[in-house]
């Protein structure tokens, strides 16, 4: 936290905007994971695919330590990190800058009371949609069969977004590159849901 956070933290300037490729070395397409939890799949999406750059959000301490654990041990040089609301970095990015994002087991707020603290809604997949490149993927993950619905019921009205699954196996089988998180052996008996959709 006191030496390698500072190397990799994202930090909002004053004014302007944020341009992705100015924060790594090399300039490659930037994959987006909102709410990393431990950083398991992020770490994993970053050592198997050198050929992108990655940026996770996650607000929780001991998550974001247990990233930084996960980058010095595989040594990553492709991740940065931001450790405020996602939303907030997400304002200040440009038009289509993103070619990949993940939002995996968000807080589902299973209280009818609170669903509107869930992160999908229609205003934030409009802010997705301006960031997110012509084809880009979208993946959601989650093991409230309540969310899921709530999920699908708001992407697939939405005009930017379209849904790649031909059958059910492609929402209930977790994607060929994925790692199972600790969070999701804890949740394995909610059965997942695995979404896929394209940036029209």
């Not at 069969?145 to 699954?165: N, S, V």
């Amino acid at each position: 936290m006191e030496t390698l956070l500072p190397q990799l933290e994202i930090k909002l300037p004053e004014t302007g905007m944020v341009e992705p490729s100015a924060l790594f070395a090399q300039k490659k397409p930037i994959w987006f994971e909102i709410g990393y939890g431990g950083g398991e799949h992020l770490a994993h999406q970053a050592a198997l695919h050198p050929e992108a750059n990655f940026i996770g959000c996650e607000t929780y301490v001991d998550g974001i330590a247990s990233m930084l654990s996960h980058i010095n041990e595989a040594k990553l040089n492709n991740i940065r990190l931001f450790t405020e609301d996602a939303r907030l970095l997400m304002e200040r990015l440009p038009d289509a800058s993103l070619s990949r994002v993940f939002i995996l087991y968000p807080d589902p707020w299973p209280k009818t009371r609170h669903h509107k603290r869930r992160i999908v809604s229609k205003e934030f997949l409009d802010d997705l949609a301006r960031l997110m490149m012509n084809r880009a993927q979208l993946r959601l993950a989650t093991d409230y069969a309540d969310y899921a619905t709530w999920m699908i019921e708001r992407l697939l009205p939405h005009p930017a977004f379209e849904w790649t699954a031909k059958t059910c196996d492609d929402w209930l089988n977790p994607w060929t590159d994925w790692i199972s998180t600790r969070y999701e052996q804890k949740a394995l008996a909610g059965k997942p849901t695995y979404l896929t959709f394209i940036r029209k």
